[in-house]
């Protein structure tokens, strides 16, 4: 009898467990940010925060047949101002009637005068926020960041989704930006001599879709602001940021336009392939020389020149082209970074790694060395073929 | 001589039980505070030096326990050191393993609130934990053995699979440059864990449970070194995926899960984190819980231990909440007092027995009865 007893009271004790977790939230109640955007604006004559986030529609995200079937966009794009960003965050449950979650979003994006002032208030926020994954993707905007968040997307059901595949498919394609996410944004700015170059989404004016319409807001990704210490210094163009990523080792295809005949039009287009690079930094005195070791390969993707091309002759002048045009290009990335004075390409941090001791005499004044080192490009650039057809049809 | 318990276990139960003794909590808090201290060069001190001092430890009490086979420390603590001296010693030793207790409990309530349930009671977490543990501590040292069995694959699954997945995002640039400022971060690095490794001194309790007593030293040194190299891996992949950032990450391995995307679809893998930590922790409580009750039925000369689980457990329930007010203070522990404090009764206590015993040449062949 006893044991029965205290069986129906174990019994009795595991119904309150099963009712469920403690801090459940039920999915109807909350309200999944695809993306956010970080703003600094004037209210009330002081500076205040402006946070903009993008809530998924339920129902309307399931795909192209009911999508925007009541006439609504598939974002709701909820905006709120605040004294912090935690202030922001909690004042766009103002207006939103399901719990706002963070655990979804795909990207922030920050405008330039936050990442001017503000960056470390910033990463702060997004990495303390238990919520907020580590995988997000951090972008620099030139202009609102709450334009970035247009309330529709061009081919994906949802722009987080959109910006996401451009950073992982899309972005190896082109090579003219990098997205980085929030833990190697993090890893960068707090490594000593390594300035990271964060990617760009710019958000211009179309033309307009419908006769008569009005422009709408597109997104674009290219080019990154360069970001030295906690601050944002400058900005890479695409061109720019093409040769930094071929400087530092992480450009995959890209488009390089050649010229082989003197003329001012390029005639040529070499396709990057693949590429790598090896860093080495020498220090002899007070004399800092950068060694970068590339190694390219592409194959033809456009030629109209006269001469025979699918020759061995020919392919060794254009790999020639090829030398020169990666090297010019990695030249004039270093050269603007040097102007801006920034470490984009990670000099200081590859010469602390291998050669701690002289890093610790430079670590002080790595600044000021910066602009005087010297830099040595050697490239090893393959033409391995000539894609589907050996000479052009119609040589001009 | 009446044995409280009448369980036995064998060589491999012994050995995994010492492995769950250290590495569920070890595997959370330990990468964050060594990162901090060491640098770059963690990984060698998490692989190489915290492992030599965990077999340093093992020999110590390892040698104890064999001078005085068969017998469980506070069966012959009074031979050494005089009666009274000894029941001073189980006094000291029941308050040290309930005290590290509580903070284990607190420990786990603490990364489950910071981590997944913010908004529940820590109370609720870690009550319910020490039910789990009262439970496995009445049913003896063989029903926590052989559950241990069971959840020691499931933490080594999960450990596996967040390590290989998270493999791909590893850039062992970080771990340059090697000995950055030569020898004294890594000392440094190596304090905390070290009380952490320290923690195998349990088995001063346990041996005389084993079938076969020849089993201990090795199945201790094989603990040692497998805890040695997990938690050496361990400090290795939240270096290599996060660099120096990982330093200010609470829990780095969850952190490290929360990272992992395989092909954008295997994501959101922590939950392998909640498994070992729940599992694990349950038992490690559970090992702990067992000792303190054992040395307090011990000192008392209880004719059973079972008595004493319930009050013990509402002690440590209380303590654990009341011990710390906030996640940093118990952090802030780990650091410094916690470095005496474990290499006291990890160390101090059971070298100085072994010297006395040697002095007065109490115990070894010739008393064994």
Same mark, same amino acid.
């Given at each position: 009898?006893?044991?029965?007893?205290?069986?129906?009271?174990?019994?009795?004790?595991?119904?309150?467990?099963?009712?469920?977790?403690?801090?459940?939230?039920?999915?109807?109640?909350?309200?999944?940010?695809?993306?956010?955007?970080?703003?600094?604006?004037?209210?009330?004559?002081?500076?205040?925060?402006?946070?903009?986030?993008?809530?998924?529609?339920?129902?309307?995200?399931?795909?192209?047949?009911?999508?925007?079937?009541?006439?609504?966009?598939?974002?709701?794009?909820?905006?709120?101002?605040?004294?912090?960003?935690?202030?922001?965050?909690?004042?766009?449950?103002?207006?939103?009637?399901?719990?706002?979650?963070?655990?979804?979003?795909?990207?922030?994006?920050?405008?330039?005068?936050?990442?001017?002032?503000?960056?470390?208030?910033?990463?702060?926020?997004?990495?303390?926020?238990?919520?907020?994954?580590?995988?997000?993707?951090?972008?620099?905007?030139?202009?609102?960041?709450?334009?970035?968040?247009?309330?529709?997307?061009?081919?994906?059901?949802?722009?987080?989704?959109?910006?996401?595949?451009?950073?992982?498919?899309?972005?190896?394609?082109?090579?003219?930006?990098?997205?980085?996410?929030?833990?190697?944004?993090?890893?960068?700015?707090?490594?000593?001599?390594?300035?990271?170059?964060?990617?760009?989404?710019?958000?211009?004016?179309?033309?307009?879709?419908?006769?008569?319409?009005?422009?709408?807001?597109?997104?674009?990704?290219?080019?990154?602001?360069?970001?030295?210490?906690?601050?944002?210094?400058?900005?890479?163009?695409?061109?720019?940021?093409?040769?930094?990523?071929?400087?530092?080792?992480?450009?995959?295809?890209?488009?390089?336009?050649?010229?082989?005949?003197?003329?001012?039009?390029?005639?040529?287009?070499?396709?990057?392939?693949?590429?790598?690079?090896?860093?080495?930094?020498?220090?002899?005195?007070?004399?800092?020389?950068?060694?970068?070791?590339?190694?390219?390969?592409?194959?033809?993707?456009?030629?109209?020149?006269?001469?025979?091309?699918?020759?061995?002759?020919?392919?060794?002048?254009?790999?020639?082209?090829?030398?020169?045009?990666?090297?010019?290009?990695?030249?004039?990335?270093?050269?603007?970074?040097?102007?801006?004075?920034?470490?984009?390409?990670?000099?200081?941090?590859?010469?602390?790694?291998?050669?701690?001791?002289?890093?610790?005499?430079?670590?002080?004044?790595?600044?000021?060395?910066?602009?005087?080192?010297?830099?040595?490009?050697?490239?090893?650039?393959?033409?391995?073929?000539?894609?589907?057809?050996?000479?052009?049809?119609?040589?001009? | 001589?009446?044995?409280?318990?009448?369980?036995?276990?064998?060589?491999?139960?012994?050995?995994?039980?010492?492995?769950?003794?250290?590495?569920?909590?070890?595997?959370?808090?330990?990468?964050?505070?060594?990162?901090?201290?060491?640098?770059?060069?963690?990984?060698?001190?998490?692989?190489?030096?915290?492992?030599?001092?965990?077999?340093?430890?093992?020999?110590?009490?390892?040698?104890?326990? *064999?001078?005085?086979?068969?017998?469980?420390?506070?069966?012959?603590?009074? *031979?050494?050191?005089?009666?009274?001296?000894?029941?001073?010693?189980?006094?000291?030793?029941?308050?040290?393993?309930?005290?590290?207790?509580?903070?284990?409990?607190?420990?786990?309530?603490?990364?489950?609130?910071?981590?997944?349930?913010?908004?529940?009671?820590?109370?609720?977490?870690?009550?319910?934990?020490?039910?789990?543990?009262?439970?496995?501590?009445?049913?003896?040292?063989?029903?926590?053995?052989?559950?241990?069995?069971?959840?020691?694959?499931?933490?080594?699954?999960?450990?596996?699979?967040?390590?290989?997945?998270?493999?791909?995002?590893?850039?062992?640039?970080?771990?340059?440059?090697?000995?950055?400022?030569?020898?004294?971060?890594?000392?440094?690095?190596?304090?905390?864990?070290?009380?952490?490794?320290?923690?195998?001194?349990?088995?001063?309790?346990?041996?005389?449970?084993?079938?076969?007593?020849?089993?201990?030293?090795?199945?201790?040194?094989?603990?040692?070194?497998?805890?040695?190299?997990?938690?050496?891996?361990?400090?290795?992949?939240?270096?290599?995926?996060?660099?120096? *950032?990982?330093?200010?990450?609470?829990?780095?391995?969850?952190?490290?899960?929360?990272?992992?995307?395989?092909?954008?679809?295997?994501?959101?893998?922590?939950?392998?984190?909640?498994?070992?930590?729940?599992?694990?922790?349950?038992?490690?409580?559970?090992?702990?819980?067992?000792?303190?009750?054992?040395?307090?039925?011990?000192?008392?000369?209880?004719?059973?231990?079972?008595?004493?689980?319930?009050?013990?457990?509402?002690?440590?329930?209380?303590?654990?909440?009341?011990?710390?007010?906030?996640?940093?203070?118990?952090?802030?522990?780990? *650091?410094?007092?916690?470095?005496?404090?474990?290499?006291?009764?990890?160390?101090?206590?059971?070298?100085?027995?072994?010297?006395?015993?040697?002095?007065?040449?109490?115990?070894?062949?010739?008393?064994?009865?």
């Amino acid at each position: 009898m006893k044991s029965k007893l205290s069986l129906l009271a174990v019994l009795l004790l595991v119904f309150p467990l099963l009712a469920g977790c403690w801090s459940r939230y039920e999915i109807e109640n909350l309200a999944i940010v695809g993306g956010m955007g970080i703003d600094r604006i004037q209210e009330d004559g002081k500076e205040r925060y402006l946070l903009t986030v993008n809530v998924i529609r339920p129902g309307l995200s399931g795909g192209g047949t009911e999508g925007g079937g009541r006439g609504k966009p598939i974002y709701w794009r909820i905006t709120a101002t605040g004294d912090t960003l935690v202030d922001a965050e909690k004042n766009i449950n103002l207006r939103s009637p399901r719990r706002v979650f963070y655990g979804h979003m795909r990207f922030v994006a920050i405008s330039e005068k936050i990442a001017r002032e503000k960056l470390p208030d910033v990463i702060d926020y997004l990495s303390r926020n238990s919520e907020v994954r580590l995988r997000i993707l951090i972008l620099l905007t030139r202009e609102r960041a709450t334009d970035a968040l247009i309330n529709y997307s061009e081919l994906e059901n949802t722009i987080a989704r959109e910006v996401t595949e451009m950073a992982s498919i899309t972005g190896g394609i082109v090579s003219k930006f990098k997205i980085w996410d929030l833990a190697q944004t993090i890893d960068q700015l707090i490594t000593p001599g390594l300035d990271p170059v964060i990617a760009e989404l710019m958000t211009p004016l179309s033309v307009p879709v419908e006769p008569g319409g009005g422009p709408i807001r597109i997104l674009r990704f290219g080019g990154g602001g360069v970001v030295k210490k906690d601050k944002l210094v400058g900005w890479l163009t695409d061109g720019e940021t093409r040769g930094y990523l071929l400087g530092a080792g992480e450009a995959q295809e890209a488009a390089l336009p050649v010229r082989l005949k003197n003329q001012p039009e390029p005639d040529t287009n070499i396709n990057l392939t693949r590429s790598s690079r090896q860093l080495t930094v020498d220090v002899e005195g007070n004399k800092v020389t950068a060694k970068m070791l590339i190694h390219a390969e592409g194959d033809l993707g456009e030629y109209n020149g006269k001469e025979e091309v699918a020759t061995n002759e020919g392919v060794f002048k254009l790999e020639t082209k090829f030398r020169e045009e990666v090297e010019k290009e990695v030249r004039q990335s270093f050269k603007k970074a040097q102007e801006l004075n920034a470490d984009i390409f990670g000099l200081g941090n590859r010469l602390h790694e291998r050669n701690p001791k002289a890093w610790k005499k430079m670590e002080k004044d790595w600044y000021k060395i910066l602009p005087n080192v010297k830099l040595e490009i050697k490239v090893t650039a393959h033409i391995r073929r000539t894609r589907a057809i050996s000479e052009a049809f119609i040589p001009k | 001589m009446n044995m409280l318990e009448k369980g036995k276990i064998s060589g491999s139960q012994f050995m995994w039980m010492m492995v769950t003794t250290v590495l569920p909590t070890a595997v959370l808090f330990i990468p964050a505070i060594t990162i901090k201290n060491a640098g770059t060069s963690a990984w060698i001190e998490s692989l190489i030096v915290s492992t030599g001092w965990g077999l340093v430890v093992v020999t110590i009490c390892c040698t104890l326990g *064999e001078r005085f086979q068969g017998r469980s420390l506070l069966n012959y603590s009074g *031979e050494i050191l005089g009666k009274p001296l000894g029941k001073l010693l189980g006094l000291f030793y029941i308050f040290i393993i309930t005290y590290t207790n509580a903070i284990i409990v607190r420990e786990f309530g603490e990364f489950l609130l910071s981590a997944f349930m913010p908004e529940t009671p820590i109370l609720v977490f870690n009550v319910i934990l020490l039910l789990l543990a009262a439970t496995s501590v009445r049913n003896g040292i063989e029903v926590i053995a052989r559950m241990n069995q069971f959840v020691v694959s499931l933490m080594f699954f999960a450990l596996i699979f967040i390590f290989s997945l998270i493999f791909g995002e590893a850039n062992f640039h970080h771990l340059l440059p090697l000995f950055e400022g030569g020898i004294k971060p890594i000392i440094h690095g190596a304090l905390t864990p070290m009380g952490w490794r320290g923690e195998v001194f349990l088995l001063l309790f346990m041996l005389p449970f084993l079938s076969n007593h020849r089993e201990a030293r090795p199945a201790a040194y094989k603990a040692v070194l497998l805890l040695g190299l997990v938690l050496g891996t361990d400090v290795l992949m939240v270096l290599a995926v996060f660099g120096k *950032e990982a330093a200010n990450f609470v829990f780095p391995v969850h952190s490290l899960a929360t990272y992992i995307s395989v092909a954008g679809f295997l994501e959101r893998v922590e939950a392998f984190i909640l498994a070992l930590w729940v599992a694990g922790v349950t038992i490690k409580v559970a090992v702990w819980y067992y000792c303190a009750t054992l040395v307090t039925a011990q000192t008392f000369n209880l004719k059973d231990y079972k008595p004493v689980v319930l009050p013990l457990g509402i002690i440590q329930a209380v303590w654990s909440i009341t011990i710390y007010d906030n996640i940093r203070e118990m952090v802030d522990f780990f *650091e410094k007092p916690w470095i005496t404090f474990s290499l006291f009764f990890e160390f101090v206590v059971p070298t100085t027995l072994l010297l006395i015993a040697v002095i007065r040449k109490k115990g070894g062949r010739g008393s064994e009865k």
